[in-house]
């Protein structure tokens, strides 16, 4: 991810150097709160610490990586709680989508 974001900021030449490296993204994000250095994250991760200032974005780049999710089901007809949870589901994609600002939605 780092060096997509580095190609991305017109850096693809830059050196990442030494660094931690977690791959834990809960883990990421308390390092990162607690200000031992800087961090890429998925935005929907940390929308909460950006808002409440418990986190800056220092550069406006943003990247998709290639990752996406999927939801997945059987044809015909789903069992009332897939239904269900499928409508929520939807529900939430279609607020967070029109809370964005970008065309990328990262």
């Not at 780049?61 to 409508?87: C, S, T």
């Amino acid at each position: 991810m780092a060096r997509a974001w580095a190609q991305a900021a017109g850096r693809a030449d830059a050196t990442l150097g030494e660094s931690l490296r977690l791959s834990d993204s809960h883990a990421l994000r308390r390092v990162a709160c607690d200000g031992h250095g800087v961090a890429l994250f998925f935005a929907a991760l940390v929308e909460d610490d950006l808002a409440q200032g418990r986190l800056a974005q220092p550069f406006p780049v943003k990247v998709h990586i290639g990752a996406d999710y999927f939801l997945n089901y059987p044809a015909g007809e789903l069992p009332r709680k897939a239904r269900l949870f499928r409508g929520w589901l939807m529900d939430m994609l279609a607020e967070a989508q029109a809370g964005r600002t970008d065309a990328t939605g990262l």
